[in-house]
């Protein structure tokens, strides 16, 4: 889906028909035939249109004849407890600043619904640092999500000890990874943006990108704290889990030899011998079970003692 956006000079955002000079166009989950047509509007390469659109593609900053290429990689959940990042693209021309994602994102909802102040769509690289950083908010944002929801199943984890709770655990860990992998290599992109000179940059724009740098530093900070914090989360109740089933297997290993002795008591009742202790007394079961029940419970109490019961 292709949207043409442009800015009045009171702030005022337009959906206009055609782009023309400091136009927005916005680009979601695109075919073929509408990258081509992006391609012919801009004059972009087409693998450099295409390079959002692989999931596996890496953060990076790129200058060719005419334009400027920045990937980043944005938070998005996708559902209950699963988080992962898809790239997006930005593409600052001579006239025109093109976004390119595979998915309709609430950091780009944001521009396009006019929920930004001093948002200008003509005002191309004050757009892109406000776009960088909205995703370190929102990279926050869900970090903050993160640690509540995993919160939550510790609580449960102290109550009950359920495989639903630890593969829920692994699938925050495994999103704290793909965050922290993702916020490195968008740092890597914007202390390039903080060098290079090919992005135009006034004062006000100086501001706004060292306050994505921070946002973003802090984003990776607060994703190794969770991360070291989830670990240690899930070894301690690995180990619980371990102990407590220890100690099952304790139990029942000790009820096996207590009850083995009267077990093995009536297995020699049962062989055919002409004279067995008591056969011909009236009480001879009642006298053989007690004295089995007084061993297995001399047995038991010694185990007791031994402080292994």
């Not at 005022?12 to 695109?30: A, K």
């Not at 990076?60 to 699963?82: S, W």
């Amino acid at each position: 889906m292709i949207t043409f956006y442009r800015s009045d000079e009171d702030g005022t955002m337009n959906e206009v028909r055609e782009p023309d000079e400091g136009s927005w166009i916005s680009v979601i989950h695109p075919t073929g035939e509408e990258l081509e047509q992006i391609c012919e509007i801009t004059e972009i390469d087409m693998d450099d249109l295409k390079a959002p659109l692989d999931i596996e593609e890496r953060s990076r900053l790129a200058t060719e004849n005419g334009y400027t290429m920045i990937l980043v990689d944005i938070p998005f959940h996708d559902d209950e407890d699963h988080y992962e990042t898809i790239p997006l693209g930005i593409y600052l021309t001579k006239k025109l600043i093109i976004t390119i994602c595979l998915v309709d994102s609430s950091i780009m909802r944001a521009f396009s619904n006019q929920r930004v102040k001093e948002f200008y769509t003509f005002k191309r690289t004050r757009f892109l640092f406000q776009i960088l950083y909205r995703n370190s908010s929102s990279y926050l944002r869900y970090l903050r999500i993160i640690d509540r929801k995993s919160d939550q199943i510790e609580e449960k984890l102290q109550l009950s000890q359920k495989n639903s709770e630890l593969l829920q655990l692994m699938e925050l860990e495994k999103s704290l990874v793909y965050f922290t992998t993702s916020l490195r290599s968008n740092e890597v992109v914007l202390e390039r943006l903080h060098r290079t000179d090919k992005v135009k940059k006034y004062p006000d724009d100086e501001d706004l990108l060292e306050d994505v740098i921070i946002e973003n530093k802090q984003a990776i900070e607060m994703a190794n704290i969770y991360s070291g914090i989830l670990n240690g989360v899930m070894g301690t109740f690995a180990s619980i889990i371990s102990n407590n089933q220890n100690g099952v297997m304790k139990v029942l290993a000790i009820m096996t030899i207590v009850l083995s002795i009267p077990t093995i008591i009536s297995g020699f009742y049962g062989m055919n011998f002409e004279s067995i202790p008591f056969s011909k007394e009236p009480l001879g079961f009642v006298i053989t079970m007690g004295i089995s029940f007084l061993i297995s419970g001399g047995v038991a109490f010694i185990l007791w003692k031994k402080r292994i019961l």
